[in-house]
């Protein structure tokens, strides 16, 4: 089969939204999408649709009363009976020619685009992202099938090694086996598609466990996988509560690697089961981890105070500041710290907070009614350990809203500035200097991104060097990391530093291969 032909990779637009046009055709896609609400979506393992009766039920974050998805809960035999199935389909599905692979998740990021307004519907309605937000998901899922096609293809070439004398010496990348993937809420159709197309176009076979909140966005992807010519025992589709079968599908021998992004406490628990092999396991299992973060982003004194304050505001409550990338942290250095202050609380009251699929919303929901509980203590905490100078507002009926909430005055060891909170809460602090300031950002058992507002180029270049974190950002956001231009990933308890988007990060679900053969 020929090799196809491939552009230089590119990240895909995002619709805009004030062009009549794209409006009325997101207005048009809401409307459809509510009209598939209520469906009841069975698991899947192979060419098997099974009916646990054991439902689980997924409503609208914006209004809980709306049903968007029912979905059968697994057992723990049934992600027995998935890794097993996985590992009889592998030697299969790992011969697939690499080329092949490609050409189908090609398709599978044709279809995404044309399919891009309904799936940002589903991620208003279930996610509960607002429009802009939903458009930046769909459009990543986009990237990381465009962009690993491509790796796939260059890691499936010839790779140059040194020729010894009277050799052929070669190397090659293999399939590693059977991946559990286990995606979260937040990103739920990017970091899911991305995690489980770099396990399938790489040659292995998948079970993937989607997150309890968001599962009928899994079940849409999984058919668009189909869709594009995956086969059905390639991967799984198994939703249920990790509680249930994440350590059985983690355990398992037969299990080759786990792809996971979550939770710091979960991702631990992970790599511990992980590395305990079980009888009859012949491999050291392969974590790739994701485990959130505590963000900061300094601004020096000499900063424009103003880009500043929009990158912040941005960061910190862009999706309600439910991502691990998410600036909980701002460290102001004291020349411009009380400018700053009242600038930041005076932008981010003018941020609207409403149902996500309201257009001009900027600030919705939170995912679940757990999540609004856990970050509204965090906010009474947060009262003890420094000045609210933003927070307590009304806030829409009906769903899980949180509103938009800054302490100011957070000394370094204080809860809400160490722990993470994964809502729209802000901790600020005030800096000396800039070397107080990077020493606070790096006073944090996370490192996954931060960011620093200077206009004096040996600051910059001090950050660059002492400021420890993954995704490091200068005079900008340190939200939205782009497929191919930022790869993604931390240090310390953000996790394995796997770098998804990046060059690196398909040879993680693989392994290299030197043969070297006598010749003459």
């Known amino acids: 089969m020929a090799t196809p032909t491939l552009s230089e990779f590119r990240n895909e637009p995002y619709a805009d939204f004030s062009v009549p046009a794209n409006r009325r055709g997101m207005e048009t896609a809401l409307d459809e999408v509510r009209q598939a609400w209520g469906r009841e979506y069975p698991l899947r393992i192979g060419g ?115 020729q010894l004398p009277g050799e052929l010496d070669e190397l090659y990348y293999i399939p590693l086996g059977v991946g559990v993937v286990i995606p979260p809420w937040n990103f739920p159709l990017a970091i899911l598609a991305g995690m489980t197309v770099a396990a399938l176009v790489a040659g292995n076979t998948v079970v993937l466990k989607p997150s309890s909140e968001t599962p009928t966005i899994a079940a849409k992807f999984a058919q668009v996988l189909l869709d594009g010519g995956f086969p059905k025992d390639s991967f799984t589709l198994l939703t249920g509560s990790g509680g249930a079968v994440g350590d059985t599908l983690v355990a398992h021998r037969k299990t080759r690697f786990i792809c996971f992004t979550g939770s710091r406490d979960v991702g631990l628990r992970i790599n511990e089961l992980a590395a305990k092999p079980q009888p009859g396991q012949i491999w050291i299992k392969r974590v790739i981890a994701e485990m959130g973060g505590k963000d900061a982003i300094v601004v020096d004194a000499d900063a424009d105070v103003e880009k500043a304050v929009e990158g912040v505001a941005a960061s910190a409550f862009g999706y309600q500041g439910q991502k691990c990338s998410a600036c909980s942290r701002a460290i ?32 919705g929901p939170v995912i679940s009614e757990s999540a609004r509980q856990s970050i509204l203590q965090y906010i009474e905490v947060g009262k003890t350990e420094g000045r609210m100078v933003l927070g307590g507002g009304e806030v829409p009926e009906g769903g899980y809203f949180v509103p938009p909430t800054i302490f100011a005055d957070v000394a370094p060891k204080a809860r809400i500035f160490q722990e993470e909170i994964f809502g729209p809460v802000l901790a600020v602090a005030k800096a000396r200097h800039f070397q107080d300031a990077i020493a606070k950002a790096n006073d944090s058992e996370y490192g996954l991104t931060g960011a620093v507002y200077s206009n004096d180029p040996a600051h910059l270049a001090e950050a660059r060097e002492r400021f420890h974190a993954g995704n490091l950002y200068f005079n900008r956001k340190c939200t939205g990391a782009m497929v191919g231009a930022h790869p993604f990933g931390g240090f310390n308890m953000s996790g394995t530093d796997s770098k998804a988007g990046g060059p690196d990060y398909l040879q993680l679900f693989l392994q290299a291969k030197a043969v070297a053969a006598k010749v003459g």
């Open 48 to 162: 098997d649709l099974i009916e646990t009766g054991d439902k689980l039920i997924s409503v609208n974050p914006s209004h809980t009363a709306d049903v968007v998805g029912v979905h059968h809960r697994a057992t723990a035999e049934l992600a027995g009976r998935a890794v097993e199935h996985a590992w009889s389909a592998f030697p299969e599905w790992s011969r697939t020619p690499a080329v092949e692979r490609v050409r189908m998740l090609l398709e599978a990021a044709r279809l995404l685009r044309v399919r891009k307004m309904e799936f940002d519907a589903w991620l208003v309605y279930e996610a509960g992202k607002n429009w802009m937000e939903a458009e930046a998901d769909v459009s990543e899922a986009i990237d990381f099938c465009e962009y690993y096609a491509r790796e796939m293809l260059r890691l499936a070439g010839p790779h140059p090694m040194v």
């Open 332 to 363: 102001v250095d004291a020349a411009v710290y009380d400018e700053f202050l009242e600038k930041l609380v005076a932008r981010v009251r003018r941020i609207p907070v409403g149902p996500a699929h309201h257009p001009d919303t900027g600030i």
